[in-house]
């Protein structure tokens, strides 16, 4: 760190809370640096404990979230540099720091301390190695300035070059993504799709639409320049089968006509779609049938979903024709088998 810490001033303690409660960290790295601070190895940490912290020295500790870090609201000094920290939501409760060490992080978003009202006069943060966009006219200058001019003093000069990662949904309502941010080049950045009920996951794809996982939680390294990827959601269906078809079957009788019709339920059970139009099968003789090219009889398409119906024959099952709901992507939907009889 820059210049680093030449004087501590420490604060008073306030009046404690009527009832102290056990403080949750959710970054081990951190919890293990207030507990030699406060040499406690075991036991709960109350906020009554983290109110006893004038200082904390936890630079290079692998810290990542600073959860539970905003009871220590008497802290005076405050070292966190060369740690993985991008949110510092926490630091806006520590009204008493005079000297606050960030370098060396992953941080885009200095509001929090702009929205700290104690940091003032004299005081010192240290910014640099960050992510913070310092051409002109940027949030982050202009936060550095309303710092600046409430006389803390901010070094922020080296910045780490960042690219942007984007993340996009398809189709629009298949789920949820989390990981867009400012990263710099080389770095694994954790990305997650989730899908929305009645949805499932398929894939991530690149810009120029090649696929790059097929795992819903995916580690992507950043390329050195802007970047986006898609998640790719498919609807999840059930197939219905409406009568005369049931869910059960069907015996088909020779020279019969069967209408197979079917609608999609979501996981709602909602009906999407309803194949209200489907293919009338009639069976007439089925030793003289005649089956289409790869056992494909009969097809229904309408460039959404496919229909596939073929007959099948076992010596020791009989005769029987299955029927197949695709997408239009090919993904199996759905399928029922029937009995076939010429009697």
């Not at 867009?180 to 949805?199: F, I, K, Q, R």
């Not at 898609?230 to 049931?246: H, S």
Request: proline content about 3%; hydrophobic content about 40%; aromatic content about 8%.
């Amino acid at each position: 760190m820059c210049g680093l810490f030449f004087g501590m001033l420490l604060s008073a303690i306030p009046v404690g809370a009527a009832a102290s409660e056990v403080v949750s960290f959710k970054d081990s790295n951190l919890e293990a640096a207030v507990r030699v601070a406060l040499n406690k190895p075991g036991g709960g940490i109350t906020t009554d404990d983290m109110a006893t912290l004038t200082m904390l020295v936890a630079s290079g500790r692998g810290i990542s979230d600073l959860s539970g870090l905003e009871h220590a609201v008497n802290l005076d000094l405050l070292a966190l540099d060369n740690n993985q920290i991008r949110n510092i939501g926490p630091l806006t409760y520590l009204t008493n720091l005079k000297y606050l060490g960030l370098n060396n992080n992953k941080i885009s978003d200095i509001s929090p301390l702009v929205a700290n009202s104690g940091l003032g006069s004299d005081d010192w943060v240290w910014l640099e190695y960050n992510y913070l966009n310092l051409t002109t006219g940027s949030v982050d200058m202009a936060n550095i300035q309303k710092l600046q001019n409430r006389g803390v003093f901010v070094d922020y000069g080296r910045q780490k070059q960042t690219y942007t990662l984007d993340l996009t949904v398809n189709p629009e309502g298949g789920g949820t993504v989390t990981g867009a941010d400012s990263y710099a080049a080389g770095e694994m950045v954790l990305v997650t799709a989730t899908p929305n009920e009645g949805w499932k996951f398929v894939s991530w794809t690149d810009g120029a639409g090649n696929t790059v996982s097929t795992a819903a939680n995916y580690d992507y390294t950043m390329p050195e320049g802007a970047a986006t990827l898609t998640a790719n959601f498919e609807r999840m269906f059930e197939v219905q089968w409406l009568p005369p078809v049931t869910n059960n079957g069907f015996v088909l009788q020779g020279g019969s006509t069967l209408p197979l019709k079917f609608q999609l339920v979501d996981g709602n059970g909602a009906v999407f779609r309803e194949v209200q139009d489907g293919i009338s099968l009639m069976i007439a003789d089925i030793a003289t049938w005649e089956l289409g090219s790869g056992k494909n009889a009969l097809r229904f398409n309408d460039g959404q979903y496919i229909a596939n119906y073929h007959t099948r024959d076992y010596s020791d099952l009989g005769n029987e024709l299955t029927a197949t709901v695709c997408n239009a992507g090919g993904s199996e939907l759905g399928s029922i088998t029937f009995k076939i009889s010429t009697g």
